[in-house]
C-alpha cells in the first residue's frame, strides 16, 4: 500500500507499508527517474568515435587493428559509465528488528546493508559542503563506529523526501523527532 | 529609529576561529550583537584543518568552513572563479540580502564580493589595516582592491587615518567610506580588585613579537628605562620571530630578573596577565586601530604608545603618552607616564571605557550601513562595467573582461543548476527554555507539510 509519494525532475520518493496491517516493515524508496539522456549522450560520442576511427582506416589507410582497438575501448567506457546507474535505494524500517539499506543498480545488481536496531544511536539530517556545493544527507550514528553511516550512499534526494524517512527513523529507533541538539558534523563534510 | 528591516548577512574572510586575532575578534563579536539585533548573520571562511563542513557557533551563528585549501599565510588559493558555485548555492540556500567582507588581505573575500556584484548582491567591505603604496606587494594588493572596492556598495574603515588609506590606495569616493571604530569586551577586561601593590612599577607588553610591532624599538628602550629607574620591572608576553632579539638584549644587559618572557598568551589569559602591571606599552610602527591599547585602558592600565596610524584617535588624551617611533622619545614618554601613574584610577578608566566602547553601539552603526547599502539602485551589467574601465589604461580593460566573463559563468551555472533546485535552508529559532536550557527548533523540519 502507497502511503505517500514526492518527486521532483530527478527523484521521486514512494512510502509503502508492506503489511499494512501490522507494524512490521516500512520501506521508504527513492527512484531516479529515468533520463534517457544520459544514455544518449554516452552512445553518441561512443559513436562518433567509432566512426572517426573508421573514416582513418578508410581514408588515411591506417591499419584496420585502430578500429578494433577504438571499438574495445569503446565497449569499455560504455560499460563503465552506464553499468553503475543506480536505480533505486531504499530503506526498510522494522520497528523491532532494524533497518536495512538497499541500493538497486539497473545492472540488477543489489547491495544491502542490515543495521540492528540497537546499534543505531540516532538518525541525522546533516549538510555537506564540498568544494562547489551544499547538500543535505541523511545518515546514522551507529554505536562503535567511528563515522557515520550514509543512509543513501549513491543518491542525494532533496531534504523535503529525507524529512519524512528521518521522522519515520527516529520514531523506529525511539529518538525524538524535535531535536534539542546540534546535528553532528560529519567526516564528508 | 523607524522599523528597520531584518537583514539576512553573509560575513566572508578567511580570518576567522579557530585563528584568533582583530579581524576574527571582530567578525565574531560584530555577528554576535547582529544577532541580538535580530538580524540572520552566517559566516563564510575557509576549512582549517579537519575543521570543515557546517558549524554552529554561540547565538545560532552558522558558519561555513568551506574545503578550499589555503596557500600563503591563511589565504585561499586565488583560482577567480572556481568559488562561484559555492558561493552562488550558499547565498540562495541561505537567502542572503547582503554580503559583508572583511580584509583587504583576504582573497576569499575578494572572491565573494566580485561573484556577489555579479549577482546583483548587495556589498559592504570592511578594511581593517594600513598598508604601503611602494613596494610591489602594496601595489599589486591596492590594484586588486581598487577592481574589488570598484562597485561596492558601501565601504567601513576603523578609523579615520584607515579611510583616508583605504580611499588613497582604492580611488573610492570618500562618502562611501563609513568610519565605525572597533570597540572592547569591557565585561570581560575589567581592572584588578586590588592594585599590584609595592614600591614596583610593572610595564606590559603584550603583541605579536615581528617588525611591524617595533620589537627593535623595545630591544632600545627597555635597557634604558631598566638603568634609569630601578624599581621598574616588564612583563612580555607573545612570540614571534623577533623574540630571539629580546633574549639577546636580555643576555648582553643581565636582565632576566627585571624583564620576563611569559611566551604566547592565549587569548583567554590576556587580562590576568593585563592586570598584574601599572603602564601598557605599546610600540607598533603601523597601526590602524590597535586594540591592544582599548584591552589595556579597560583593565585600567596607563598607555604608552608610538604615535602612529590610527593610534591618536583611539583613547583620550589623559588615558594614553604618545611618543615617535624613535627610542630616545619612547624614553621620556615612559618617563612622564611613570611620573603620572600614582593620580591614575583603575576603575575611573574602565568605566570611562565602558561608556566609550562598545560593540552593540558598533553593531547598531553598521546597520545603518547596511540600510544605506541596500537602498542603493540596482545597475545593469553595462553600467557596472563603466566603473571597472576607470581603474586604469590596461587594468580597466583587464577588470571589465574579467566581470564579463564571470557574468557568463554565472549564466551558464543558471542554465545547468537552476536556482529552483537549491533548497532553502529553514531558519534556527532560539527558545529559551528554564527547564532544560537553550533548545533549538528547526520549526519548519516539524510542520507535516512539504518544506516548499
Redesign the interface.
Known amino acids: 500500500m502507497v502511503e505517500s509519494c514526492i518527486s521532483n525532475k530527478i527523484y521521486s520518493y514512494k512510502h509503502e507499508c508492506k503489511w499494512p496491517n501490522s507494524e512490521a516493515a516500512d520501506v521508504h524508496g527513492i527512484i531516479v527517474r529515468k533520463s534517457r539522456s544520459k544514455g544518449f549522450l554516452v552512445f553518441f560520442s561512443a559513436l562518433l568515435i567509432l566512426a572517426n576511427a573508421v573514416l582513418l582506416f578508410l581514408i588515411k589507410d591506417k591499419s584496420i587493428a585502430v578500429v578494433f582497438w577504438i571499438f574495445i575501448w569503446d565497449v569499455l567506457i560504455v560499460k563503465l559509465l552506464l553499468r553503475k546507474r543506480v536505480e533505486k535505494e531504499s530503506v526498510v524500517v522494522m520497528p523491532a528488528l532494524g533497518v536495512q539499506l538497499e541500493t538497486h543498480y539497473v545492472s540488477g545488481n543489489i547491495i544491502r546493508r542490515f543495521v540492528p536496531i540497537d546499534k543505531i544511536l540516532k538518525p541525522v539530517l546533516l549538510e555537506c559542503v564540498t568544494p562547489v556545493t551544499c547538500y543535505w544527507s541523511l545518515s546514522l550514528i551507529v554505536q562503535e563506529e567511528a563515522e557515520l553511516m550514509l543512509v543513501f550512499k549513491e543518491l542525494r534526494p532533496p531534504v523535503k523526501m529525507l524529512v519524512p524517512i528521518w521522522k519515520a527513523l527516529c520514531a523506529a529507533t525511539g529518538s525524538e523527532g524535535s531535536l534539542n541538539t546540534f546535528t553532528e558534523d560529519g567526516p564528508c563534510c | 529609529m523607524g522599523d528597520s528591516k531584518r537583514h539576512r548577512i553573509l560575513m566572508v574572510s578567511d580570518f576567522f576561529y579557530p585563528k584568533f586575532g582583530g579581524v576574527e575578534n571582530h567578525i565574531y563579536l560584530l555577528s554576535q550583537c547582529l544577532l541580538k539585533l535580530g538580524h540572520k548573520v552566517v559566516v563564510m571562511t575557509h576549512a582549517y584543518g579537519n575543521r570543515?563542513?557546517?558549524?554552529?557557533m554561540t547565538g545560532g551563528l552558522k558558519v561555513?568552513?568551506?574545503?578550499?585549501k589555503p596557500f600563503l599565510m591563511q589565504n585561499t588559493l586565488p583560482t577567480f572563479y572556481?568559488t562561484l558555485?559555492?558561493i552562488r548555492?550558499?547565498l540562495i540556500?541561505e537567502q542572503i540580502s547582503l554580503v559583508h567582507g572583511h580584509q583587504a588581505f583576504s582573497t576569499l573575500c575578494h572572491e565573494a564580493l566580485m561573484h556577489a556584484r555579479t549577482m546583483g548582491y548587495k556589498v559592504v567591505f570592511t578594511d581593517h589595516s594600513l598598508y604601503g603604496f611602494a613596494d610591489v606587494g602594496s601595489i599589486h594588493m591596492n590594484k586588486v582592491l581598487q577592481f574589488t572596492l570598484a562597485d561596492v556598495s558601501q565601504a567601513i574603515c576603523v578609523s579615520h587615518t584607515s579611510k583616508e588609506n583605504t580611499v588613497l590606495r582604492s580611488g573610492l569616493p570618500p562618502e562611501k567610506v563609513y568610519v565605525i571604530p572597533n570597540a572592547v569586551d569591557t565585561a570581560m577586561f575589567k581592572p584588578a580588585a586590588e592594585r599590584p601593590s609595592g614600591d614596583e612599577i610593572v610595564i606590559v607588553v603584550i603583541s605579536r613579537l615581528v617588525y611591524r610591532k617595533g620589537v627593535d624599538l623595545l630591544v632600545e628602550v627597555i635597557p634604558e628605562i631598566c638603568h634609569m629607574y630601578p624599581n621598574v620591572r616588564f612583563i612580555v608576553g607573545g612570540d614571534g620571530p623577533k623574540r630571539v632579539r629580546l633574549e639577546e638584549m636580555r643576555e648582553k644587559h643581565s636582565l632576566q630578573d627585571r624583564v620576563e618572557m611569559l611566551g604566547a598568551v592565549p587569548h583567554a589569559r590576556v587580562r590576568s596577565v593585563l592586570i598584574s602591571g601599572h603602564i601598557f606599552l605599546n610600540s607598533s610602527l603601523t597601526e590602524a586601530f590597535c586594540i591592544a591599547i582599548l584591552e589595556a585602558a579597560s583593565c585600567g592600565l596607563l598607555t604608552v604608545s608610538t604615535r602612529v596610524g590610527g593610534v591618536p584617535e583611539v583613547l583620550p588624551d589623559d588615558m594614553i603618552v604618545l611618543a615617535e617611533p624613535d627610542p630616545t622619545d619612547m624614553v621620556q614618554a615612559i618617563k612622564k607616564a611613570i611620573s603620572i601613574l600614582p593620580i591614575i584610577d583603575p576603575q575611573e578608566m574602565h568605566n570611562r571605557m565602558k561608556k566609550l566602547y562598545d560593540w552593540h553601539d558598533v553593531a547598531k552603526r553598521t546597520e545603518i550601513v547596511y540600510d544605506r547599502a541596500l537602498k542603493c539602485s540596482n545597475q545593469s551589467l553595462l553600467e557596472r562595467l563603466s566603473r571597472y574601465l576607470a581603474c586604469g589604461a590596461w587594468a580597466g580593460k583587464l577588470f571589465c573582461l574579467v566581470m564579463i566573463i564571470d557574468f557568463l559563468l554565472w549564466r551558464l551555472l543558471q542554465l545547468w543548476k537552476p536556482a529552483d533546485?537549491i533548497?532553502v535552508?529553514p531558519d534556527i529559532v532560539l527558545s529559551h527554555d528554564e527547564d532544560?536550557g537553550i533548545?533549538?527548533?528547526?520549526q519548519a523540519?516539524?510542520k507535516d507539510h512539504?518544506?516548499?
Open positions: 570543515s563542513g557546517v558549524r554552529y561555513y568552513y568551506v574545503p578550499w572556481g558555485p559555492i548555492t550558499i540556500r533546485d533548497e535552508v532544560r533548545s533549538q527548533d528547526f523540519f516539524n512539504s518544506l516548499r
